[in-house]
């Protein structure tokens, strides 16, 4: 191995020494109290040679030492950290302290040589100088990896926000719609604007049935503590028993288990009534606003107009037909509310109510009460079962007075018998009797089968199929004129006519004057009667029939068929509506103009009026008890028989229809009544006289200037 320089060693301050031989003079310095410097042992070189011995050897082999240059203050002996370490451990101690001079200076013995000869090969021990044993601190338990933790974490976290992502997703873009109507539907609350129903009024605009503003009372018996001493405290106020009332007070049980949070106690209370009750403090007991029905007149045309149900829906009469025009529309607030107040900013939609329209009739109010009253009367003094009576003007068709007996008060009629509401002319079945001729009269005239100067021979009795008829006037056989037929209400003579017309001619005239089918005058449940078809003929039908047996007819059909002949021979169906006023604007619009045809020419409709009126002025006539004294009137007596369900009823119909004045009329009255016995001069003429006496003034249509005409009942 070449020789190795030696390097000059420093001291403690940095400075360099000259090269130290291994058996030269110990080194002046002291020795390091912690081992800073070599003392007690020799220092070795990785070879086994001493440091000494090492620089000797370079010496003598003519080697210089090279210089070095220091690094950063750091000493050049690339031994120091290990003889540092044999020192104390302190690899810095040198630079810390500056080494302690000694004067003891401890070597190492010489290593004995190895014995020559082979030896096992080993490997020499490692000198501890050289590489110092160093304890390995022991490992920490191993932990787990925050890495992992972490991004399973992370992935955790992410699938929650997924999934709340995606249900918000479902809530707010397909579910949001049901939840929102759902909740909408917990929110809104909708209060009713009631539409105000329209009147009925008369001809005038007179009040027959018109709407009040009233109250409506209503408890919530979730709230009432008390019911016995609340409904003690409400029964004289509202006419009701307390019994009743506490009742309602106590609540119900609803289908789904709730229990019922409103009863009506009461409809229609009057306004001041209404307060009284709220002053009283009552708890769970509340007013809200409500609508009375008003009958002024009471009964007076009660059959006509019908009424309502506390619900202000019509249920018969005219309230029920025109239901729709007089209902109008209600409105309603739609909003949303909450503990029974609005919510400010909530959603509010106002539709507004619609008020009715209102109903102007043909019918006179004040001519309705004398008609009705009169007919009352005279059925109470005739011990009548069911009478009717019915007034048309002439050309328009407009029923001026329609009355039925019985009637009822329409205010109470929750008190009445149904069969007391029955409107008798359109609903009265009848086989009209003799009022009948006058369509056979005129059909005959019409078709030129007879003139007004034609007189027929006139048996006692004449037989047609199965059945005699006779006459209560015996001709015996004499020569009858037409008036003198008419007048005593001849059968025989009738029956001849009817022979020369014709069962089907018959048949058209009776059609062509409206029987058989509803008059259409805007009633419900009008009847339509029934004409016997030719083909059904039996027998006695010809005899029956022309006579106004057989045949199913209304007071209004017949009143209607009279108005006919009054008019000139052109029939206009009767109306009860005159016109409809708009519950909105008010705007009056008159309905459709009626149905009108010919049936006769004025000529014929002329010379069979001036035959009718022999019946009030020839003596002995069946409707002498008719004549209107100062005015030429002119009419047919009648006895027929009810009919329900095709079935004669016991007693008799005494009817009687006429026209004033005859030489132009101007109203026509019909007048029926159902009684246990008495033919229409007796019963119906009376109470034709007093109606069409009273009709002729509250209009003020003059008397009379031509005198009826003579009558020759036998001409010879």
Same mark, same amino acid.
């Given at each position: 191995?070449?020789?190795?320089?030696?390097?000059?060693?420093?001291?403690?301050?940095?400075?360099?020494?000259?090269?130290?031989?291994?058996?030269?003079?110990?080194?002046?310095?002291?020795?390091?109290?912690?081992?800073?410097?070599?003392?007690?042992?020799?220092?070795?070189? @990785?070879?086994?040679?001493? !440091?000494?011995?090492?620089?000797? =050897?370079? $010496?003598? %082999?003519? +080697?210089? *030492? /090279?210089? &070095?240059?220091?690094?950063?203050?750091?000493?050049?002996? @690339?031994?120091?950290?290990? !003889?540092?370490?044999?020192?104390? =451990?302190? $690899?810095? %101690?040198? +630079?810390? *302290? /500056?080494? &302690?001079?000694?004067?003891?200076?401890?070597?190492?013995?010489?290593?004995?040589?190895?014995?020559?000869?082979?030896?096992?090969?080993?490997?020499?021990?490692?000198?501890?100088?050289?590489?110092?044993?160093?304890?390995?601190?022991?490992?920490?338990?191993?932990?787990?990896?925050?890495?992992?933790?972490?991004?399973?974490?992370?992935?955790?976290?992410?699938?929650?926000?997924?999934?709340?992502?995606?249900?918000?997703?479902?809530?707010?873009?397909?579910?949001?719609?049901?939840?929102?109507?759902?909740?909408?539907?917990?929110?809104?609350?909708?209060?009713?604007?009631?539409?105000?129903?329209?009147?009925?009024?008369?001809?005038?605009?007179?009040?027959?049935?018109?709407?009040?503003?009233?109250?409506?009372?209503?408890?919530?018996?979730?709230?009432?503590?008390?019911?016995?001493?609340?409904?003690?405290?409400?029964?004289?106020?509202?006419?009701?028993?307390?019994?009743?009332?506490?009742?309602?007070?106590?609540?119900?049980?609803?289908?789904?288990?709730?229990?019922?949070?409103?009863?009506?106690?009461?409809?229609?209370?009057?306004?001041?009534?209404?307060?009284?009750?709220?002053?009283?403090?009552?708890?769970?007991?509340?007013?809200?606003?409500?609508?009375?029905?008003?009958?002024?007149?009471?009964?007076?045309?009660?059959?006509?107009?019908?009424?309502?149900?506390?619900?202000?829906?019509?249920?018969?009469?005219?309230?029920?037909?025109?239901?729709?025009?007089?209902?109008?529309?209600?409105?309603?607030?739609?909003?949303?509310?909450?503990?029974?107040?609005?919510?400010?900013?909530?959603?509010?939609?106002?539709?507004?109510?619609?008020?009715?329209?209102?109903?102007?009739?043909?019918?006179?109010?004040?001519?309705?009460?004398?008609?009705?009253?009169?007919?009352?009367?005279?059925?109470?003094?005739?011990?009548?079962?069911?009478?009717?009576?019915?007034?048309?003007?002439?050309?328009?068709?407009?029923?001026?007075?329609?009355?039925?007996?019985?009637?009822?008060?329409?205010?109470?009629?929750?008190?009445?018998?149904?069969?007391?509401?029955?409107?008798?002319?359109?609903?009265?079945?009848?086989?009209?009797?003799?009022?009948?001729?006058?369509?056979?009269?005129?059909?005959?005239?019409?078709?030129?089968?007879?003139?007004?100067?034609?007189?027929?021979?006139?048996?006692?009795?004449?037989?047609?199929?199965?059945?005699?008829?006779?006459?209560?006037?015996?001709?015996?056989?004499?020569?009858?004129?037409?008036?003198?037929?008419?007048?005593?209400?001849?059968?025989?003579?009738?029956?001849?006519?009817?022979?020369?017309?014709?069962?089907?001619?018959?048949?058209?005239?009776?059609?062509?004057?409206?029987?058989?089918?509803?008059?259409?005058?805007?009633?419900?449940?009008?009847?339509?009667?029934?004409?016997?078809?030719?083909?059904?003929?039996?027998?006695?039908?010809?005899?029956?029939?022309?006579?106004?047996?057989?045949?199913?007819?209304?007071?209004?059909?017949?009143?209607?068929?009279?108005?006919?002949?009054?008019?000139?021979?052109?029939?206009?169906?009767?109306?009860?509506?005159?016109?409809?006023?708009?519950?909105?604007?008010?705007?009056?619009?008159?309905?459709?103009?009626?149905?009108?045809?010919?049936?006769?020419?004025?000529?014929?409709?002329?010379?069979?009026?001036?035959?009718?009126?022999?019946?009030?002025?020839?003596?002995?006539?069946?409707?002498?008890?008719?004549?209107?004294?100062?005015?030429?009137?002119?009419?047919?007596?009648?006895?027929?028989?009810?009919?329900?369900?095709?079935?004669?009823?016991?007693?008799?119909?005494?009817?009687?229809?006429?026209?004033?004045?005859?030489?132009?009329?101007?109203?026509?009255?019909?007048?029926?009544?159902?009684?246990?016995?008495?033919?229409?001069?007796?019963?119906?003429?009376?109470?034709?006289?007093?109606?069409?006496?009273?009709?002729?003034?509250?209009?003020?249509?003059?008397?009379?200037?031509?005198?009826?005409?003579?009558?020759?009942?036998?001409?010879?």
């Amino acid at each position: 191995m070449p020789p190795r320089s030696e390097e000059p060693r420093r001291d403690a301050t940095g400075s360099r020494r000259g090269p130290s031989r291994g058996d030269g003079p110990a080194d002046p310095r002291p020795a390091e109290p912690g081992g800073g410097g070599i003392s007690g042992a020799r220092a070795y070189t @990785p070879r086994g040679r001493t !440091l000494g011995e090492q620089r000797l =050897g370079d $010496a003598r %082999a003519g +080697r210089a *030492e /090279p210089r &070095r240059t220091p690094r950063g203050g750091r000493s050049s002996d @690339p031994f120091r950290p290990a !003889l540092q370490v044999l020192s104390g =451990g302190r $690899a810095n %101690a040198a +630079r810390r *302290e /500056p080494p &302690r001079r000694t004067s003891v200076v401890r070597t190492v013995p010489r290593r004995t040589p190895p014995p020559e000869g082979p030896s096992p090969r080993r490997r020499p021990p490692r000198p501890t100088s050289a590489r110092p044993t160093v304890r390995r601190r022991p490992r920490p338990p191993r932990l787990a990896d925050p890495h992992r933790r972490l991004r399973l974490g992370t992935v955790l976290v992410l699938a929650l926000f997924a999934v709340i992502g995606i249900r918000l997703v479902v809530l707010q873009a397909v579910e949001s719609p049901a939840y929102a109507g759902a909740g909408l539907a917990d929110r809104m609350r909708t209060v009713v604007l009631p539409a105000p129903r329209g009147t009925i009024q008369d001809r005038y605009g007179e009040l027959l049935a018109h709407s009040v503003e009233a109250r409506y009372v209503y408890a919530d018996p979730t709230q009432i503590d008390d019911p016995e001493a609340t409904a003690q405290a409400l029964s004289a106020l509202l006419g009701k028993p307390a019994a009743e009332l506490a009742e309602k007070l106590r609540g119900r049980t609803l289908p789904r288990g709730r229990q019922s949070e409103f009863e009506y106690l009461a409809r229609g209370v009057d306004v001041g009534l209404a307060e009284q009750i709220m002053a009283l403090d009552l708890k769970g007991i509340n007013v809200r606003r409500d609508e009375r029905r008003e009958v002024p007149g009471g009964d007076l045309a009660a059959n006509l107009i019908g009424f309502t149900s506390l619900d202000k829906i019509g249920l018969e009469g005219l309230e029920a037909r025109y239901e729709k025009l007089l209902a109008g529309k209600d409105g309603q607030i739609r909003q949303e509310a909450a503990l029974g107040a609005p919510i400010p900013g909530g959603f509010s939609e106002t539709t507004e109510a619609k008020p009715g329209s209102s109903l102007k009739l043909t019918i006179d109010r004040d001519l309705q009460y004398i008609v009705q009253v009169q007919l009352a009367e005279a059925m109470a003094a005739a011990k009548g079962l069911t009478g009717a009576a019915v007034v048309l003007e002439v050309g328009t068709g407009e029923v001026l007075a329609q009355a039925s007996y019985p009637t009822y008060d329409a205010r109470n009629w929750r008190e009445s018998d149904p069969a007391d509401r029955d409107d008798v002319a359109t609903g009265f079945v009848i086989e009209p009797g003799s009022v009948h001729k006058a369509i056979t009269f005129g059909a005959a005239l019409q078709e030129g089968v007879i003139t007004p100067d034609t007189t027929l021979p006139i048996a006692n009795a004449v037989r047609r199929g199965d059945t005699a008829f006779t006459d209560t006037r015996r001709a015996n056989g004499q020569q009858m004129s037409l008036a003198g037929m008419m007048a005593y209400s001849s059968n025989v003579g009738t029956i001849a006519i009817a022979d020369q017309l014709g069962p089907d001619r018959l048949i058209d005239y009776q059609q062509r004057f409206g029987l058989g089918e509803p008059t259409g005058v805007g009633l419900l449940g009008e009847a339509s009667g029934r004409l016997l078809p030719a083909d059904e003929w039996s027998g006695s039908s010809y005899g029956s029939v022309p006579i106004g047996h057989s045949v199913d007819a209304t007071p209004l059909q017949m009143a209607a068929a009279y108005a006919a002949i009054a008019n000139d021979g052109t029939y206009v169906a009767p109306r009860l509506v005159k016109e409809i006023i708009s519950g909105t604007d008010g705007k009056h619009t008159t309905p459709e103009a009626p149905p009108t045809r010919k049936v006769l020419t004025p000529d014929t409709a002329a010379e069979l009026r001036t035959i009718l009126e022999a019946v009030t002025t020839v003596d002995g006539a069946t409707g002498q008890e008719a004549a209107v004294p100062g005015y030429r009137v002119a009419g047919k007596t009648g006895t027929g028989y009810r009919l329900v369900n095709g079935r004669k009823q016991p007693g008799e119909v005494a009817a009687f229809i006429g026209m004033a004045p005859a030489e132009k009329p101007r109203y026509v009255i019909a007048v029926f009544a159902h009684t246990p016995g008495g033919g229409g001069g007796d019963v119906a003429a009376p109470m034709f006289r007093d109606m069409m006496r009273f009709t002729l003034q509250h209009y003020k249509v003059p008397p009379s200037t031509v005198a009826p005409p003579k009558f020759d009942v036998f001409p010879r």
